[in-house]
């Protein structure tokens, strides 16, 4: 249960209206998602939040399906229900295979084990892969 309330267009400031209709318009849907809605209690994050997500998961040096793909990994981690869902259904839209998706999972789940193994066991790190 959300501990805000989902602000809806019609009760929306100009200033998240504006936000509301970018997102709109970059991803090319009249949707604007609960996240979004629950972010516009505070125009000035909401726009922040926006703004650098926007120039993060833009294509670059990563194709925007590896960047979805590596925020499921991390949402995967750090627990977030919703951010899982949401960025599986983008990598999914931007071309994300079953099969890649299990792979995806695969990897998630061994370095989620041997990360715990390191840590518990304090192993010392290799000089050559320090930079």
Known sequence: MATVSLITDDDASADVLDVFNE??????????????RALAHDPALLRATWDRLKT????????????EMLYVAVSTVNGC????????AAAKAKGMTDEM???????????????AL???LQVPV?????V
């Open 81 to 88: 229900e919703y951010c899982v869902h949401s960025h599986t």
């Open 101 to 115: 998706y299990g792979e995806l999972l695969a990897v998630i789940g061994m370095a989620s084990q041997t990360n």
């Open 56 to 67: 993060v998961m833009a294509p670059g040096a990563l194709n925007p399906m590896v960047k």
């Open 126 to 130: 290799d000089e050559i892969f320090e």
């Open 118 to 120: 390191a840590t518990g």
């Open 23 to 36: 997102i709109r318009a970059v991803r090319g849907t009249n949707y604007v998602n609960n996240f979004w």
